[in-house]
């Protein structure tokens, strides 16, 4: 996996913030809400709300965050999200996913059609990059102090059912296949690890370079301003030099 290295530090990086962290916090929320809409706020008959649970958990939500959301969502009678998924390209062809959960499908596709064109880049149609990217369990554990021994660490990940393992610049990814993800993310907490986040992740298959100052500059602000906006969960992208 040594050639997702740049994507994995660019990852690491953005949820090392304090608003990263809490862009994941309410997106497991708006997935809860989802799912209790769908199946109900019990999660003994409803797996998918089951398994978010355990998702929030691995990924540090605290417990009364995940039992406010849940009440509410089964309180809330108005609100109804939707998931949508934008694919485009960035300066220079960079393929970019850009996955949304929204009460306002006009407003979500406005702002993120505006982003792209502002930043010169294009809105694609559905399908257009996806076939680029590789759907993972992404699985990452902060090492900065070193104290963590790394074999150890991935021979735990492996018997767990992990499929690959990195180590690079003070963190470790562990990916497995997507199902997966939270299975192998609680047998590492059992076994004594804390994880930094646990999820699902569209995966570059390569990575492009940009060479030109004014691309560099320009896919920057791109992934900054779809990263600002409320109502996008997630932006993956191929580009290596960031």
């Given at each position: 996996m040594?050639?997702?290295?740049?994507?994995?530090?660019?990852?690491?990086?953005?949820?090392?913030?304090d608003?990263?962290?809490?862009?994941v916090?309410?997106?497991?929320g708006?997935?809860?809400?989802?799912?209790?809409?769908?199946g109900?706020?019990?999660?003994?008959s409803?797996?998918?709300?089951?398994?978010l649970i355990?998702?929030?958990?691995a990924?540090?939500?605290?417990?009364?965050?995940?039992e406010r959301?849940i009440?509410?969502?089964?309180?809330?009678?108005?609100v109804?999200?939707?998931?949508?998924?934008?694919?485009?390209?960035?300066p220079?062809?960079?393929?970019?996913i850009?996955?949304?959960?929204t009460d306002?499908r006009?407003?979500?596709?406005g702002?993120?059609?505006a982003?792209?064109?502002?930043?010169?880049?294009?809105l694609?149609?559905?399908?257009?990059?996806?076939?680029?990217f590789?759907?993972?369990g992404?699985?990452?554990?902060?090492?900065e102090d070193g104290?963590?021994d790394?074999?150890?660490?991935?021979?735990?990940?492996l018997e767990?059912?992990?499929?690959?393992f990195q180590?690079?610049e003070?963190?470790?990814?562990?990916?497995?296949?997507?199902?997966?993800?939270?299975a192998?993310?609680?047998a590492?907490?059992?076994a004594?690890?804390?994880?930094?986040s646990?999820?699902?992740?569209?995966?570059p298959q390569?990575?492009?370079?940009?060479?030109?100052?004014?691309?560099?500059?320009?896919?920057?602000?791109?992934i900054?301003?779809?990263?600002?906006?409320d109502d996008?969960m997630?932006?993956y992208?191929?580009?290596?030099?960031?």
């Amino acid at each position: 996996m040594s050639g997702h290295s740049k994507w994995s530090n660019i990852k690491h990086k953005k949820e090392k913030t304090d608003a990263a962290k809490a862009k994941v916090f309410t997106k497991i929320g708006k997935e809860i809400t989802i799912a209790v809409k769908e199946g109900g706020p019990d999660p003994v008959s409803n797996s998918k709300l089951r398994d978010l649970i355990a998702k929030a958990k691995a990924n540090n939500v605290p417990n009364d965050n995940i039992e406010r959301t849940i009440k509410k969502a089964a309180g809330a009678e108005n609100v109804n999200y939707e998931e949508i998924t934008y694919e485009g390209y960035g300066p220079s062809g960079v393929a970019v996913i850009v996955e949304t959960t929204t009460d306002n499908r006009n407003r979500t596709a406005g702002n993120v059609r505006a982003a792209f064109s502002k930043y010169h880049g294009n809105l694609g149609q559905s399908g257009c990059v996806s076939f680029m990217f590789d759907e993972k369990g992404v699985i990452e554990i902060l090492n900065e102090d070193g104290d963590i021994d790394e074999d150890t660490l991935m021979e735990t990940a492996l018997e767990a059912g992990a499929s690959d393992f990195q180590a690079d610049e003070g963190v470790f990814t562990v990916y497995t296949e997507p199902d997966d993800v939270i299975a192998v993310a609680e047998a590492l907490e059992a076994a004594g690890y804390q994880l930094d986040s646990a999820d699902k992740a569209k995966v570059p298959q390569t990575t492009v370079d940009l060479e030109a100052e004014d691309d560099v500059k320009f896919m920057g602000l791109l992934i900054e301003k779809l990263e600002e906006d409320d109502d996008v969960m997630n932006v993956y992208h191929n580009w290596g030099n960031m």
